[in-house]
């Protein structure tokens, strides 16, 4: 979650261009895990060495469940910090919400949903060449594409009750993923405003069922029966909101870090196999908000890389740093980004926490590069990263404009 909470430039929504890209972010360096102390004030462990983190991440003594009881949940968003949320469950209730959700997800489905994803990428990309230089690349592309696929994913781009359109999303979206922290802003009615309309969604849904997401969430659910209903809203709530906010995210930052730093390798980005590899570091290496950790609680005592966590304390994970520990990664960003990554990366968690949406975020990325450089191989960023203004405020931080030329 992003913990830039400075005055903002009140007609745009974005502040003067203060902060670096997210992929110049200084991270704690590897190193056994040790005493610290939140932004909030809490004590915690800091966890940042990798194979540390992945033990974390995997071992059920570690929890977010009762965080609120402890008061380490800090100005997180909505959907990072309810207790309904997926994110914030473990054990039984968690394995019985995220069963239900993989019968959604499955490779069958995903496999359909593929060629909609390219078709929404292509569309804009399509859309840019035509429309000739300059061009930005936010209103062109890094908004639309997310949305696209969100609203067909979800079926929410018919002409009937269940539409939406991106602005809306947009501004529900910026609610349920801003920081529970801005005093200066109040989003209960937006995200009242959210909860309503998705749970008026999945009533039509369970009346009248189709092939898209939502339809197959609810009809899991019903099968499963022992999903709660806030859940199932929040859920999809989150899935409608993150998807389409950290894909603008994801899709902004990379295209910063590739245009503005590493111009020579765009073109051979064509190349299917080189965007792949590149993809995977990309996702790897630039992280999607500025947060440092992510934070667990154990509930017994642990015994992590010869050091006791006694049970009760406060864990903070930092995947940033585990995904630099040099141990494992002794290349960084600045490396060929056609080498592929000497480990897993841990930048969609690992565990029992592991993003479900990651298919679809390595999918849009790897299609918006490839056709992007295919049909654009000269494109330009025409304002230096460090002069970039950013969107605030939400679990991810993205570039404002950005401004190419070709």
């Not at 997800?105 to 078709?119: D, E, G, K, M």
């Not at 965007?275 to 609680?297: K, M």
């Not at 056709?371 to 000269?378: S, V």
Request: charged share 20%; hydrophobic share 40%.
């Amino acid at each position: 979650m992003s913990s830039a909470a400075a005055e903002t430039d009140t007609d745009a929504g974005t502040r003067p261009p203060a902060l670096p890209p997210l992929h110049r972010l200084p991270f704690t360096p590897a190193q056994p895990p040790h005493p610290t102390t939140l932004p909030d004030g809490t004590p915690a462990w800091l966890v940042t060495r990798y194979h540390d983190v992945r033990q974390v991440l995997g071992d059920p003594r570690l929890t977010r469940s009762d965080l609120h009881e402890v008061g380490a949940v800090g100005a997180l968003s909505d959907v990072a910090a309810n207790p309904a949320s997926l994110f914030n469950q473990d054990g039984p209730a968690h394995r019985s919400l995220r069963a239900t959700i993989q019968k959604a997800f499955t490779p069958r489905s995903i496999a359909a949903w593929q060629p909609l994803i390219a078709a929404a990428v292509q569309q804009a990309v399509d859309a840019v060449v035509a429309a000739g230089p300059p061009a930005d690349l936010v209103t062109a592309l890094t908004r639309p594409v997310p949305f696209t696929v969100t609203a067909r994913l979800m079926g929410l781009d018919d002409t009937g009750p269940d539409r939406v359109d991106e602005e809306q999303l947009h501004r529900w979206g910026l609610a349920v993923l801003a920081q529970g922290g801005d005093a200066d802003t109040d989003h209960s009615e937006a995200i009242a405003e959210f909860g309503s309309y998705t749970a008026e969604l999945m009533d039509r849904r369970r009346r009248a069922p189709g092939d898209d997401l939502v339809s197959r969430i609810v009809v899991a659910a019903d099968q499963d029966g022992s999903v709660p209903e806030e859940s199932l809203v929040h859920l999809v709530c989150g899935l409608a909101a993150s998807g389409n906010e950290s894909i603008v995210g994801i899709l902004g930052n990379t295209l910063a870090y590739l245009l503005g730093e590493r111009p020579d390798h765009w073109p051979r980005l064509a190349d299917p196999d080189v965007t792949e590899r590149t993809t995977e570091r990309l996702l790897h290496f630039i992280p999607l908000g500025d947060d440092e950790a992510t934070v667990r609680r154990a509930i017994a005592p642990i015994e992590l890389a010869g050091v006791t966590i006694p049970a009760g304390a406060v864990v903070a994970v930092s995947l940033g740093s585990a995904n630099r520990d040099p141990a494992v990664y002794p290349d960084g960003l600045e490396a060929d980004l056609d080498q592929p990554l000497a480990a897993p990366t841990l930048a969609f968690s690992s565990g029992p926490h592991y993003c479900i949406g990651a298919w679809r975020v390595r999918l849009e990325l790897r299609e918006s590069l490839r056709r992007l450089a295919t049909a654009l191989p000269g494109l330009q960023l025409t304002t230096p990263v460090e002069q970039l203004s950013w969107q605030l405020g939400t679990t991810t931080r993205s570039p404002a404009a950005l401004p190419v030329a070709w």
